[in-house]
Nanobody, 120 residues
């Protein structure tokens, strides 16, 4: 199992970041992929998820209109484009693989997190 997330960093409010998650083919192929986040003192929450073909996506309410999940099946990579970032988006963002459904919060595989910090 390999899920390698990258792209986090420090950005000012209103800015953008693009997260990437490279997966092993076994972990990636035919699976629903997702992004989750966990802010200090809070529970981990799902941000967005996408099915294998990319035709079905689901977003948490806070992500709708600002974040976009996508995937490149030739590269076994899933992306999260985050725009109009707010300080409350500050969290560790995790890539996840093999969600049972698009709205599931229990993926089979977790990657390591990447820190996103949004300054005001």
């Amino acid at each position: 199992v390999q899920l390698q997330a990258s792209g986090g960093g420090l950005v000012q409010a209103g800015g953008s970041l693009r997260l990437s998650c490279a997966a092993s083919e076994r972990t990636f192929r035919n699976n629903i992929m997702g992004w989750f986040r966990q802010a200090p003192g809070k529970e981990r929450e799902r941000v967005a998820s996408i099915n294998w073909h990319g035709g079905s996506k689901d977003y948490a309410d806070f992500a709708k209109g600002r974040f976009a999940i996508s995937r490149d099946n030739t590269m076994n990579t899933v992306f999260l484009q985050m725009n109009s970032l707010k300080p409350e988006d500050t969290a560790v963002y995790y890539c996840a693989a093999d969600l049972p459904t698009l709205i599931s919060a229990e993926p089979k595989y977790w990657g390591q997190g990447t820190q996103v910090t949004v300054s005001s």
